[in-house]
């Protein structure tokens, strides 16, 4: 089995900022993504993925959020 952490807060910087903005090109929504913590158990046949993260939007883009998903 195979683990990946990312403890560093540049790195985790970096997959928040690319994250973010592959959301807002693909779902429409300005968010900014702070990754707090990352981890990836990698099995033979399978992956678990923890992510611990803060998510910042106006107002605005957080109904919108919740009136899409309603």
């Known amino acids: 089995m195979d683990e990946m952490k990312l403890k560093s807060s540049w790195v985790r910087g970096i997959v928040g900022r690319i994250a973010g903005k592959q959301l807002g090109k693909k779902l429409g929504y300005d968010i900014e993504l702070i990754v707090n913590e990352a981890e990836a158990l990698i099995g033979?046949?399978?992956?678990?993925?923890?992510?611990?993260?803060?998510?910042?939007?106006?107002k605005a883009e957080l109904e919108k959020l919740i009136k899409n998903l309603v």
């Open 44 to 58: 033979d046949e399978e992956a678990t993925v923890h992510l611990n993260l803060d998510a910042k939007m106006s």
